[in-house]
Structures are given as C-alpha cells and as structure tokens.
C-alpha cells in the first residue's frame, strides 16, 4: 500500500509546509499536498535498522582524470571526496599519494583536466562546467555571482593555485612556456612564465568550433579540429610563420589528429557525413578511413580504409585520442570488423591492417606507452562484467595480460621513466582508487589513507552475474545483489536498476563513472535493507557487443530494450526468495525513461519506481526526431517515437512513483518532468517530487546525491511496506 507524503508527515520533523495542487510539485488528487523543500532535514527512514547509513556507503572519494607526467616517475588524477575536489599526485618508487590542492567545499564546481607540464613540476587544469544552452555555467548552490569555466595552474612545489583565464581544454606546449586552450569555440593561449600577468590573448581566428588542441613535438605547430556542422577540418596553425591552413580539407568530419614523431606529418580520422535518423542502429555506414598529410610536401592520402558491412561506422574508444603512432612505424586504430571492438595497426605507408586483440570482448580504455613501444588498454576478455588491463605491440604479437582476478581496473598511464603502469581501479566492496603496478613490484594503493574508516567495505555484499530471457527471447545479463540475511523461503520486496545512456555497462563492482560509482552504492545500500537487486544490462548498452549496442528498434524507433525490463521483472517473480507483489525499479536518464515506461506499461508488474532525471516523451525531447526520415515516413515516425514513450500510457499507470530532477539540466529538459507531472494528476497517480534548482543533470554537489538517495529509499520503504507500521 501506498502511503502518501500527507501521512508521512505525521511521522516526520519540520519544515514541511501544505501547498495548494495548483503549485509545481504535488503528488495524488488532494486539494492539500506536502513538499519536501531543498535544503532541510532529510525524511526518515521508513526502512529496517541497517548496517550501515547512506552516507557512510558514498563517502569514499571517487577518483578520476589520472595522467603521467612527460618526464619522470609522477602522476596526478582528480579526487572527488563528498563532493570536495581536489588534486592528488604521486611520486615513484613509492607512490605515496599526496593532495595538492586545498579546495575545502562542496560548491558544485567540477575539476578536471589536470595536464602536466613538462617537467612534470606543474598542473594546468581546469575548474567548473560547461554553460547551458544561454551560455550560464553551473551553478548548484545559487549564489548571486555568476559562475565560470577557468584554467588554473598549480606548482607542486609550492602548492598555491594560480588563475590563468577564463577556458578550458587546455594543451601545454612542448616548451612549457604556454598553455593553449579554448574559449567561446576559439583558441587562446596564455603565458605560463610570465606570472606577473598572465594576460590571455587569442591565438588565431577560425570558423567554425575549435577542438582537439594538439602540439607538434617541436611546439612550432598546433593542430586542431573546426567543427563546421556538417563537415569538419583539421587546420595546423604555425606559431612562427603565423600561417593558419587546413592541409587536407575535404566534405567529411575529420576528427582525432595525432603528429607523427617527426612533427612533418599529421595522421586523422576521416568519417563520411551522413544524416541518420535519431537512435537507428548504427551498424553499418560509408566506410571511415585514415589519413595522413605530409605537411612538408604538402601532399595526403589514405593508408587504411575500413571495409563495407561491420566496422565500416566508425566508433570510438575512451582515450586521448583515436589513433596511436607506434615506434615501428605503425598506426594503432580501433575498429569493429568482427562486431566487437578492438585495435589494429597498419604501416604508416599503407596495408592490410593486422589484429592485435581478438575474441568476443571490447577494448575500452587506450594509451600509449611514452617511448611508443607498447598499447596498454582495459577490456573485458574472459571476464564480461568487470575490466582487466593488457598490454600489446603495435605490431602484433599475443597480448600480455597487467592485471586479473575479481576487481576491475580502467584508465591506464604509463610513467616516462620506469614505464610503471598507474591506473583507477575498484571491487565489489572496495571503492575506486588509484593504483600503480611498478615493472617491478606488485600493484598497490597510491592514497589508501584517504579512504574514511567508516566506509562500510567489509558490510558490503559481493553481486553475481546473473542472465535471463527477454520477452522476445533476447538473453539479457545483469548482476544480482542478495541481502545479507537472506533465508530460503523469504518472500522479500525486489528492485530493478536502469543504467543511463543508454552506452554503458554495469559491472560486478564499483563503477568506474561517478555516476554510477553513486549508483551501485545505492543499490548496495538497498541490499542491507532486505532488498534483492538486480542491475539490468539492458539492449543499447556496451560490453556485448555491435548489434547488442545498436540493438533494432531501441528507443524513439519501439522501445525494443523495454522488452528487456519486462523479461527481468519476469525473473525475479519467479525467483522462490522474492515477492513476486513487490517489485520497483529505479534508474536515472535512460534509466529513469524505462522505469517510467514500465510504470506506465506494466504497473502490474512493477509496484513502484524512482526516476531521475527521466526521458518522458521522445517527439519533446528531440522535437526533430523524424527530420532524417523521407518526408512520406515522417509523420509515421513521430507517432511511434511517441507511442514509444511514457507519456503515451500514462492512462494506465497506477504505481507511485518518485521523480527527481535538477532544473539546470543541460542532458534531459526539467520540461520532462514539468509534462509528465502533469499527466499523472490528471490521472490521479500517486507521485512525489524532488526538484533541485539549479542543479545539472550528473548532480554536481554531493548533498544533492545523499538527498535524491534517502528520497528513493524511503520512497521504496514507504510504497513496498519493508516494514511493519
């Protein structure tokens, strides 16, 4: 049974306040409501006496950004602790990590970026995020000063952070006198020794948006991306001849320069424009190339073509760039010829391209060692649901695997010095952190002693990779969390988990995104309190594969993945240790659109939900969702991308639901939950609301993920009756 917030509230301490329904936030058909405002004391829990609290499961910093440094043994990565970021570095042989930076508040501010100089004695980075469609940056805690995006720079000596500009990206030049970056799509430098003024000045005028800042290893040049909407160039810019031109212009969207070692030649990627409608499966397209310019000859040309059928779209790996120059004088590329995703190489003269990974997985995470002689990458060999490091030539040859066994690893920088392998890394009940495995020596924390003692690792439970049937038959795989006092013949409430999107994977342990770093600690936190959870992989995401990925008829075009929730509520029903009566599901972003779409569908099934920041109504969203569609299918593919949202069924939704959503959300419009709202009083479903003012789509201050969090606990406490009244 439902119980209402207007209930609740007998239970609960000031400040609620009774607001008319003619107010933005209500819930059910009453004349009087109750709101939980921003700011105050958190509800109280509904749910058993737990173990541990939310709090303490998401008070272990996150780590992100790691980066070597060009010369030396030293790394720095980003750390993000209860929504404090700072700056961490560490130095080999012994890698004890230290913070460099003091910044002491949770203010919302991002930190990223961290680029070393060459010496490795400095950090140029970067503070806040990017602005809005009306050019406003962030701004989650509403002060009255407006926020900005700047580029900040750091001695390691010293410690004192320094403001450089107002930008972002910033690419240091070999020299380390100058920091080039961008603003308002144009690029700019600044200088990094001259630090009595510091005055910025841009450094040449180009159409189009400025990207992919990249020094030649003399310094001399800097090439770049213009991104022209349709069409794209790499431009080269000659700081001494003050010569701006593009070597190899073409129709197509180049992207991803890399500079030979030499400096006189500049290899990219060339992808043949095309106009796809929205979210159709992208398995095949004109075939994308490399190429390569001469800049002293002024002459280019192709060295390597992807061929016809899969692996002809181009897609990328998470890396600094697309394309490696390896020391032999091949080029390392990612491509998907056998519908999984993995890296090849091809001589720098032309050819057949050689394999150098193989087999039913995907290559992720990519980096070149510093003297060029190896790739070092993460991917899912033999191990599905978690990420392993490997190193390979570029020539070929058997991978050799750098980490194992039952934690996940990702990220990986290589030392210029030693060639120790540094990288992020995390378990089932061990946060992310930094590691560092020495050539010689085994792997270790960099800054364990960062790690709160009240983090609750040793009350965590250990999920397990589970698979099951699709309504259409389509195996689906996920991981299973078991409540620790679980007992055969308990008939406990369950919960489904959504990941967003919808390019993502869930893995067996702390998620190497933020974002569902948050998210698997939630669904922990849901496991202490008695229920079982199960965090679908659903179509559409990452690690199974091309045609998984690009799964028919997903999303705008049928909302086939949402055959993927049903089959796992189906699952669960039929588990012996669950209530088949009390089944809700959660997920944010994509995740939130298919916890809405199995409310609207299937309340039913589904006894109760928690969405955040969901996608409601597809032809909203994307108001030119059928624009690539021959005009006689236009108005054919409007109505399926509606009838594929939830909004199309909110007549036949009767399951409370809890919707959270900031209203600076520059991913999902705060106008998706404004209209869905709507409908559900119109329609007398029961629904609460929690709205952040300000707040962005990822939420930026902790608070507001420790507040969304209880939120969705005591909602499933209160909706799925985990305890007696």
Avoid: C
């Avoid at 005009?631 to 007549?651: L, N, T």
């Amino acid at each position: 049974m439902y119980t209402p917030l207007s209930i609740l509230a007998e239970r609960l301490p000031l400040p609620f306040f009774a607001v008319p329904t003619t107010m933005r936030y209500s819930f059910g058909p009453s004349r009087w409501i109750l709101v939980l405002l921003l700011g105050v004391v958190p509800l109280v829990p509904a749910a058993a006496q737990s173990s541990f609290s939310i709090e303490e499961v998401l008070s272990a910093p996150v780590p992100s950004s790691l980066v070597a440094a060009p010369s030396g043994d030293r790394v720095a990565w980003v750390q993000n602790a209860e929504g404090v970021r700072n700056l961490w570095v560490a130095d080999g042989p012994s890698y004890e990590g230290r913070r460099i930076t003091d910044y002491e508040e949770d203010d919302g501010q991002r930190l990223g970026d961290p680029t070393f100089t060459p010496d490795g004695n400095r950090l140029v980075y970067v503070r806040g995020g990017y602005a809005n469609r009306r050019g406003v940056h962030p701004n989650p805690r509403s002060r009255p000063e407006p926020a900005d995006r700047t580029v900040w720079m750091v001695d390691l000596a010293d410690g004192a952070p320094r403001r450089l500009a107002e930008g972002h990206a910033p690419a240091v030049a070999p020299s380390g006198n100058v920091v080039a970056y961008l603003k308002d799509d144009q690029v700019w430098t600044v200088s990094l020794t001259d630090t009595s003024t510091f005055e910025p000045s841009r450094f040449f005028t180009i159409r189009g948006s400025a990207e992919s800042l990249r020094w030649s290893p003399d310094g001399e040049k800097l090439a770049f991306v213009s991104d022209r909407g349709d069409h794209s160039f790499v431009g080269v810019y000659d700081r001494t001849s003050g010569r701006l031109h593009y070597p190899d212009p073409g129709v197509d969207e180049d992207r991803a320069p890399a500079w030979a070692p030499d400096g006189d030649r500049l290899a990219f990627v060339r992808v043949p424009h095309e106009e796809d409608p929205a979210y159709a499966p992208d398995r095949t397209g004109l075939p994308w190339s490399i190429r390569v310019a001469d800049l002293e000859a002024g002459t280019a040309r192709t060295v390597w073509r992807a061929d016809s059928g899969r692996g002809s779209a181009f897609q990328p790996i998470r890396a600094d760039n697309q394309i490696f120059w390896g020391a032999d004088g091949r080029i390392v590329f990612p491509w998907e010829k056998t519908g999984w995703l993995h890296l090849y190489s091809v001589p720098v003269s032309g050819g057949m391209a050689t394999a150098l990974t193989q087999g039913p997985f995907e290559v992720q995470f990519v980096t070149g060692t510093p003297d060029r002689e190896e790739i070092v990458y993460a991917s899912n060999q033999g191990d599905r649901h978690r990420r392993h490091l490997w190193r390979v030539s570029p020539s070929g040859g058997p991978p050799e695997a750098l980490t194992d066994g039952t934690g996940i690893e990702w990220a990986p920088a290589v030392t210029a010095q030693s060639g120790d392998v540094a990288f992020l890394a995390s378990g089932a009940r061990t946060p992310a952190h930094a590691e560092v495995r020495p050539e010689a020596g085994e792997r270790r924390w960099m800054a364990r002693a960062s790690l709160p003692d009240t983090f609750p690792d040793d009350r965590l439970v250990t999920p397990e990779p589970v698979s099951f049937p699709a309504t259409d038959g389509k195996t689906v795989h996920g991981q299973l969390f078991r409540p620790p006092d679980a007992e055969a013949g308990d008939d406990r409430p369950a919960v489904l988990f959504f990941h967003g999107g919808p390019r993502r994977q869930m893995l067996l342990g702390f998620h190497y995104r933020g974002y569902y770093h948050n998210a698997y600690a939630l669904n922990q936190y849901l496991a202490q309190q008695g229920y079982v959870v199960l965090a679908v992989n659903y179509r559409g995401g990452i690690g199974y594969g091309l045609e998984f990925r690009e799964a028919r008829n997903y999303g705008p075009r049928g909302a086939s993945e949402y055959r993927d929730a049903v089959g796992a509520g189906l699952y669960l029903q039929n588990r012996p240790a669950v209530d088949p009566e009390r089944i809700g599901l959660w997920g944010g972003s994509y995740g939130g659109y298919l916890t809405a779409l199995g409310l609207a569908r299937a309340s039913d099934l589904f006894a109760s939900g928690v969405d955040l920041h969901g996608v409601h109504d597809w032809t909203a969203i994307r108001e030119n969702i059928a624009r690539n569609y021959p005009p006689s299918e236009q108005r054919a593919a409007r109505q399926r991308a509606f009838e594929a949202s939830p909004m199309a069924d909110v007549e036949d939704w009767t399951s409370p639901v809890l919707l959270v959503h900031g209203d600076d959300d520059r991913n999902v419009p705060f106008s998706e939950t404004v209209d869905l709202v709507g409908a559900l009083r119109r329609h007398e479903v029961p629904h609460d609301v929690l709205v952040f003012p300000d707040e962005v789509h990822g939420f930026l201050l902790h608070e507001n993920w420790l507040r969304a969090y209880r939120a969705a606990a005591d909602h499933f406490a209160r909706t799925l009756e985990t305890t007696d009244e």
